[in-house]
């Protein structure tokens, strides 16, 4: 009988293979095209799942491939722990560096729209040569971010 371990790591496995199967359309993906990327034999995955004595469970070269193949985090397939797919995590960066950038320009924005306020006040009011040289340098600063 197979350890705890390789019963939940095999389990796993199994739940990632079914889950990347896509059944029709142009990114159609078989079982045999994911055993074929994983150097596994489709005979050998169907006895892991129907395997009473739990006696098949996935190689090392298998889980690894199945990793690297196609996105599954290794701490998923392994402990149990997180996202199945590793990209969820960096998706999560993503989105939020994602917004920093969009406040970064929504702030440069406002900076913009200040300068040229401020220009067209200046332009109406008046105002010292050396001013105005300082305002236009501000100005073009802002309108370069």
Known sequence: MAKPHTI??????LQAVTSLI???GENKRTLRDICEKISM????????QTDTEE????????CALLCTEFNISSTWLLMGAGDMHADDQLQVQYKSLHKKLNDIEQYAKGLRESAVKLKQNIA???????SLQLLK???KKVSKT
């Not at 034999?41 to 892991?48: E, F, G, I, K, Q």
């Not at 006696?55 to 298998?62: F, G």
């Not at 109406?124 to 050396?130: F, T």
């Open 55 to 62: 006696k098949y469970a996935p190689t090392l070269e298998a």
């Open 137 to 139: 340098g501000v100005s």
């Open 22 to 24: 896509i059944p029709a």
């Open 41 to 48: 034999a489709p005979s050998n995955l169907t006895r892991m």
């Open 8 to 13: 939940q790591i095999t389990a796993r496995f």
């Open 124 to 130: 109406q009011k008046g105002i010292s040569d050396g």
